[in-house]
């Protein structure tokens, strides 16, 4: 048996289809003078307030890590007098908190033999920017990481995960410059690309499936199937491995169970499954709900089962109604047409084509074969 003919494998990848990373905020300070207008605080609780606070990024000093050269923001050791302690405090606009969310930024210290040191916060009290009065305190926040160096680091990004929350909430992440003794140490920060995304938890609750992934193939004329089913986004980042070819030219994967099919098998949808959103109704964004939030949500719902075909996805002409809270919430349950699938043929030339496939045009698109491109899916 030639092993080259066969499609080996599918892998399913949160990178591929972006709909299992949820933006919560995204701020590359090309202009902060817009900064208090969206949310973020800037508090200076240095022992003495010198001569600047956080200012717009200077390009003499050196570029920003990703646009126009000052589109970044910075802090120096003029945040306080001469001989000071600095305690400048950078706060994000309140976003939804779940744990296994992430914290990416770019970071630069510039050092030049003066100890330069940025801390990291994170706060689960809501809309508060509370940090306290000193030099010394931080307020509702805490520790998260901490940076510090006394050369040039050069643009790092940086990544920081949130972890051991109860449950779902609201908060805000701070980045605090931090200085002892400005006669000795403290030079010039900048900090760019501030972005904050949740990945959903695999709970009973909110955990979002990818399915039924399919990728199709043929040889000599006849069309061949391989069907990965009951696969999390969570389980294939957090587990992925080498997989191994069997003697039938198929790959087994890690926490994955890989079988040829002669046709596609419509799925139930899983009852009472499937990630709710929520969209706050002061601030506009769409986040995951609280505990509180959630109840309403559920006494709100309106049963669906009479507007589920035989695929398992609703009709969408009989989609349910958003769902509103007395305080002007709106949730919606999302089924797996939602969702997005990373598919993968083998073209004319042999070579493997994997598109990102939106879960409501999937069962189209395997029913044509290769020769239909995803049709909101990008190519790759």
């Known amino acids: 048996m030639n092993l080259n003919k066969y499609l080996i494998g599918l892998v ?18 090309n202009d902060i003078s817009t900064l208090g207008a969206s949310g973020w605080v800037m508090t200076n609780n240095s022992g003495a307030v010198g001569s600047t606070n956080w200012f717009q990024g200077q390009d003499f000093a050196f570029p920003a890590a990703a646009g126009a050269s000052n589109s970044y923001i910075a802090a120096n050791f003029n945040n306080a007098v001469f001989g000071g302690a600095v305690s400048n405090w950078l706060i994000t606009p309140e976003v939804a908190m779940t744990n296994g969310e992430q914290l990416n930024f770019s970071l630069r210290l510039l050092g030049e033999g003066a100890v330069d040191t940025v801390q990291v916060y994170y706060s689960t009290a809501g809309a508060s920017s509370n940090v306290g009065s000193t030099a010394t305190s931080t307020g509702d926040f805490r520790l998260l990481g901490t940076y510090s160096a006394s050369a040039d680091t050069g643009w790092t990004n940086n990544t920081l995960a949130l972890s051991g929350l109860s449950g779902a909430t609201t908060g805000r992440y701070a980045f605090r410059y931090l200085v002892d003794d400005t006669s000795v140490n403290g030079d010039y920060i900048g900090i760019d690309s501030v972005n904050i995304s949740a990945v959903p938890e695999p709970t009973t609750a909110l955990m979002l499936l990818l399915g039924l992934g399919v990728v199709a193939f043929s040889r000599k004329k006849q069309l061949r199937l391989l069907a990965l089913a009951g696969l999390s986004a969570s389980t294939l980042v957090a587990q992925a491995a080498e997989p191994q ?136």
Do not use: I, W
């Open 245 to 380: 070819t069997g003697a039938n030219g198929l790959m087994s994967f890690p926490n994955a169970r890989v079988a040829v099919q002669p046709e596609l098998a419509a799925t139930a949808a899983p009852a009472g499954s499937g990630m709710v959103a929520y969209k706050d109704a002061a601030t506009g964004q769409l986040v995951g709900p609280s505990a509180e939030q959630a109840a309403e949500l559920a006494a709100a719902a309106v049963p669906a089962a009479a507007s589920v075909q035989s695929t398992g996805r609703q009709a969408a002409s009989a989609r349910v109604a958003p769902l509103t809270t007395a305080r002007g919430g709106v949730g919606r349950k999302l089924d797996d047409s939602t969702a997005s699938y990373a598919v993968v043929h083998k073209d004319a030339n042999g070579q493997l084509v994997e598109s990102c496939v939106p879960g409501e045009d999937v069962a189209s698109h395997l029913a044509h074969g290769p020769s239909l491109p995803a049709a909101q899916g990008e190519q790759q």
């Open 12 to 29: 399913a990848s949160v990178a591929t289809c972006s709909a299992f990373a949820s933006p919560l905020l995204s701020e590359g300070f």
